[in-house]
């Protein structure tokens, strides 16, 4: 599978609903890092209590 913004081989495939995307792992790297810096994941992780230990 070719990576859905290069041309790369893709490195990471998701699929969802029959549709199958791809990702390099230099792509990934960048959308990681942009979810990194989203506002509602400090929202998401206060929710889920992540660092919460039983």
């Known amino acids: 599978m070719?990576?859905?913004?290069?041309d790369r081989e893709a490195d990471v495939a998701v699929e969802s609903d029959?549709?199958?995307v791809g990702?390099?792992?230099t792509h990934f790297?960048?959308?990681?890092a942009e979810l990194e810096d989203a506002d509602w994941l400090?929202?998401?992780e206060e929710?889920?209590?992540i660092?919460?230990?039983?």
């Open 2 to 6: 070719q990576c859905h913004y290069c």
């Open 18 to 20: 029959g549709v199958k």
């Open 23 to 25: 990702v390099c792992k």
């Open 29 to 32: 790297r960048e959308q990681m």
């Open 42 to 44: 400090d929202d998401l």
């Open 47 to 49: 929710e889920l209590d």
């Open 51 to 54: 660092d919460r230990r039983e």
